[in-house]
């Protein structure tokens, strides 16, 4: 993570944004950013496929400079007020990974409604999963949120040996604050089950990656109040968190663990930090001032970072 270079792609320069990204071994990588576009390279980089899914709802499908515009100066470029659309992907192999999605129903009701798509050749074609309907957490939670409002697709995360799991966070009210809800598939293509006792009374998760059935990470982009304490860290599989020093007083936007306690994580104007114990982050060079938005690792000397206007950044093994 020392040093890092630009990645063309087909997106590189345009209005594009690229939100998250995951790779399998040395050569694929899938990449997901609005207009609600898929982009697959199976060789490195050098050839993209690209593939367009079709989010449920409405107003899933903003341009990027669309987004910026509805967000207030001190927000811009970053995702607190435009939360739709293919939000994450998590791959299992080269040939299937999982994109999450969410979009807004129809007004008047102005809900929110979500989505799983999965592959299993390889990003040719995606098949829209069945899940739970999402039910509020009614026993931790202690009642429901409001009918118009509920739980979105925000994040997914897949390693060897473990579930898949999915979440996002809805704000209850004042009393109850933010409630969670997180759903997991055992193997690709199986039923998905609510898990209630995760993150039960948690802040916002934006991003997170379970390094094991107990450790995770996550960072919580939506709170500009607090951007250098973005990434947090939870030993008992999600139900408490404690915050650990990001590294960086931008906005952490992704985060990526190639290992049980070495994180990547990217942010506003171009920021990387990296942790290879565990604990604190420390601030990486980055050859890029544009925000980024989504980092995969394949080993903890290879990774590759997505943001604003098509950029792609990358780490190379050496």
């Known amino acids: 993570g020392a040093t890092w270079r630009i990645q063309n792609n087909p997106l590189t320069g345009s209005s594009s944004t690229l939100y998250r990204i995951d790779c399998v071994g040395q050569s694929t990588c899938y990449l997901i950013g609005r207009p609600n576009m898929v982009l697959v390279t199976h060789n490195g980089g050098v050839t993209w496929s690209t593939h367009r899914l079709s989010v449920p709802g409405v107003g899933a499908d903003l341009t990027s400079s669309a987004c ?20 994450d992907v998590a791959c299992i192999s080269a040939s299937t990974c999982y994109v999450v999605a969410t979009g807004r129903l129809q007004e008047p009701a102005g809900g929110l409604t979500s989505a799983v798509f999965l592959t299993s050749d390889g990003g040719s074609t995606w098949i829209k999963q069945l899940i739970p309907a999402t039910e509020p957490c009614i ?94 860290l939870s030993v008992d599989g999600g139900a408490n968190w404690n915050d650990l020093k990001s590294g960086s007083q931008r906005m952490r936007n992704a985060i990526s663990c190639p290992g049980a306690r070495t994180c990547y994580s990217v942010g506003n104007q171009g920021s990387i930090t990296a942790s290879t114990s565990g604990g604190p982050f420390v601030a990486q060079q980055s050859r890029t001032s544009h925000d980024l938005y989504g980092v995969t690792c394949i080993d903890a000397k290879t990774c590759f970072a997505v943001g604003n206007k098509g950029t792609i950044v990358a780490r190379r093994k050496r």
């Open 68 to 87: 910026v515009a509805s967000q207030s100066a001190d927000l811009r470029g970053r995702l607190a007020l435009c939360r739709l659309g293919l939000l």
């Open 139 to 232: 026993g931790p939670c202690g009642h429901p949120p409001p009918p118009e409002n509920p739980y979105p697709l925000e994040w997914i995360t897949c390693r060897p040996g473990l579930p898949c799991r999915a979440g996002g966070s809805v704000w209850i009210d004042a009393r109850t604050g933010n409630a969670s809800l997180v759903i997991e598939t055992s193997k690709p293509g199986a039923a998905w089950t609510p898990v209630r006792h995760l993150f039960p009374y948690s802040s916002a998760r934006d991003s997170a990656v379970c390094t094991t059935i107990t450790r995770c990470y996550s960072v919580w982009t939506t709170d500009p109040f607090d951007p250098g304490n973005g990434i947090w």
